[in-house]
């Protein structure tokens, strides 16, 4: 599957910015999607994950609470919803997809090329 990030761009803290990740296929509902981000020098850290039938999800601690992901299937689109932003959620944001439920990144086969999130005053 392949995966197109959207959505990205800069924004002042406490503002909401909402990405969007479009799946080509048509196997799009097999697939457990998750979100990524990376900043320079740093390990690539798990945001959020949401299984094939949207009802399991999942947080990184650092992001719980204020990002929401969601799935639209008739879309092949997943997003995550970023509220309350914060200068550390700068970073480039990936979407990811997986057989599996998994916040392990290692699990993921397919990746979109990232969006960049800049959160700054």
């Known amino acids: 599957v392949q995966l197109v990030e959207s959505g990205g761009g800069l924004v002042q803290p406490g503002g909401s910015l909402r990405l969007s990740c479009a799946a080509s296929?048509?196997?799009?509902?097999?697939?457990?999607m998750g979100w990524f981000r990376q900043v320079p020098g740093k390990e690539r850290e798990f945001v959020a994950a949401?299984?094939?039938?949207?009802?399991?999800?999942k947080y990184g601690d650092s992001v719980k609470g204020r990002f929401p992901i969601s799935r639209d299937d008739a879309k092949n689109t997943v997003y995550l919803q970023m509220n309350s932003l914060k200068p550390e959620d700068t970073a480039v944001y990936y979407c990811?997809?997986?057989?599996?439920?998994?916040?392990?990144?290692?699990?993921?086969?397919?990746w979109g090329q990232g969006t960049q999130v800049t959160v700054s005053s």
């Open positions: 296929g048509r196997t799009f509902s097999s697939y457990a």
């Open positions: 949401i299984s094939r039938s949207g009802i399991v999800k």
């Open positions: 990811a997809a997986s057989t599996r439920m998994t916040a392990d990144a290692g699990d993921f086969g397919s």
